[in-house]
């Protein structure tokens, strides 16, 4: 469960879905974010501008009736007179009615006296307000406007402002907060509208895997999934004409083979009984005679032998094997498989008694046939033998003391017609032993395994399912 989990969030799906709610979390914050600074931006410019206007008009108005140089109670009386004054300075002295210049920030004092023009800085003291200064402009002699050396303060709360930009800035957030998970739910939609082709493609390749070549995708629109399952179905349509006409080749080869085969066996019945008179003759002839005769007749045998497996492996190429099985004591199947190849004293046996299986008795001495034969034709003495139990299996060994299988060649042992001597062409074997042994020993259930002793020579183990 969580390793399937796990595997969905590494999917596809899950990859677009985190991309696209990513995309739009950092849209949404980007946009809040720009919206609350221009808000915020708005919103306090519309008050400053406000705020400087009102106080610049209201000191313009009551600045000619002053007395200059103007004294505390001249001070005192301006900002009476100024609503959105709060404090007045003259160089020293400073009015004292609304309130100080401790709540006017040093820096701003600075900026008006050097560069005598209305100026403001927003301060926090528990709350947001806005200090704005200005200085008093006086006419000289010349009627040119000069600075009088009088100072002018406004201090002004700025929590209706930030209560509305904290509105504004929830709201973003509030928007946020529906916004993201409306995109997480169309991502997952849009993800599963997109991938759903690309699943008809995966379990379209599954079945073709599985031998479907007949499988085909719908085609729907224009886009690049579409041209993608056109493809598909293109290579779908050529892929099974071509597998039709290999399976049809080859439907026609192993017919033409058992034909063949079949066609065979009556003019090698007449061949093999003529040797067999040949051979009873052959002793008295001599020269060139008799080894002809040996030659025909060794030949005849091959011929027959090559025929016989072909007959047996158009068997198992068309289903028409059949199984007479019956159990049967495995040692005494083997034994006789030996004495009837004359083998007994070429082969070192270790069958003990009482290891029964249910087995074909005559497809079992093939299979054990085939492989003491081969290795006794490409291995070296002594070739052993032997039986065993190993849990539910029966287990029969053949070993050999000669080179061994090469790493190159036992992927191939069972193969039809291959030979790990490609310089040997011609053998006592037909190239087709090893994989009629292992077919009939699939037909009982088992397995044949094919490897290297560790002492040296080849190795061979058979495993059918057996009873004690």
């Known amino acids: 469960m969580i390793r399937r989990l796990l595997a969905r969030l590494r999917g596809i799906r899950a990859r677009l879905v985190l991309i696209i709610s990513l995309v739009a979390v950092l849209a949404t914050v980007g946009a809040t974010g720009a919206n609350y600074v221009t808000a915020r931006r708005t919103v306090l410019a519309a008050t400053q501008d406000q705020v400087m206007a009102k106080l610049r008009d209201d000191v313009d108005a009551i600045a000619p009736t002053l007395r200059m140089p103007p004294d505390v109670a001249t001070l005192n009386q301006l900002v009476r007179s100024v609503p959105s004054a709060a404090v007045a300075r003259y160089g020293s002295l400073s009015s004292d009615v609304r309130g100080s210049m ?4 040093p820096e701003l004092v600075a900026r008006v006296g050097a560069e005598q023009r209305l100026m403001f800085q927003r301060i926090d003291i528990g709350r947001p307000e806005l200090v704005v200064g200005m200085p008093v402009m006086t006419v000289d002699t ?42 997480v739910v169309l991502a997952w939609l849009a993800a599963g509208a997109v991938l759903r082709p690309v699943r008809r493609l995966r379990d379209g390749a599954r079945q073709l895997a599985h031998g479907r070549l007949s499988t085909r995708l719908p085609e729907r629109g224009g886009d690049e999934l579409a041209e993608l399952a056109r493809t598909f179905n293109e290579s779908a349509a050529s892929l099974e004409k071509s597998v039709g006409e290999l399976r049809r080749m080859e439907a026609d080869a192993r017919r033409f083979v058992a034909d063949v085969s079949h066609e065979l066996r009556t003019p090698l019945a007449a061949m093999t009984a003529v040797t067999e008179v040949l051979d009873e003759e052959g002793a008295r002839l001599q020269g060139d005679a008799a080894t002809a005769t040996r030659l025909v007749s ?30 049967a004591d495995l040692g005494e199947l083997i034994a006789a498989s030996l004495r009837t190849r004359q083998w007994t004293e070429r082969v070192e046996a270790d069958l003990p008694p009482g290891i029964i299986a249910a087995v074909d008795a005559r497809r079992f001495d093939v299979i054990v046939a085939n492989l003491v034969g081969n290795a006794l034709r490409h291995g070296e003495p002594p070739v052993r033998v032997r039986l065993s139990a190993s849990g539910a299996d029966a287990v029969v060994e053949v070993t050999d003391h000669g080179p061994g299988l090469p790493d190159d060649v036992l992927p191939h042992v069972f193969a039809r017609f291959y030979k790990a001597d490609t310089a040997r062409s011609r053998s006592e074997g037909s190239g087709l032993g090893l994989s009629i042994a292992e077919k009939n020993a699939g037909l009982h259930g088992g397995t044949i395994e094919a490897g290297n002793d560790p002492g040296g020579g080849a190795r061979f183990v058979l495993r059918v399912p057996g009873r004690w």
Do not use: C, H
């Not at 406004?154 to 916004?179: C, D, P």
């Open 298 to 327: 060794e030949e005849t045998r091959k011929l027959t032998r090559l025929v016989d497996d072909l007959i047996e492996i158009s068997r198992f190429d068309n289903g028409r094997a059949r199984m007479d099985r019956r159990e």
């Open 142 to 183: 010349g009627f040119n406007r000069v600075p009088s050396g009088l100072e002018v303060y406004g201090l002004f709360s700025l929590s209706a402002e930030q209560q509305q930009i904290s509105e504004f800035a929830l709201n973003g957030w509030r928007t946020a907060a529906v916004a993201v998970p409306l995109a």
């Open 102 to 105: 401790g709540l006017v920030p």
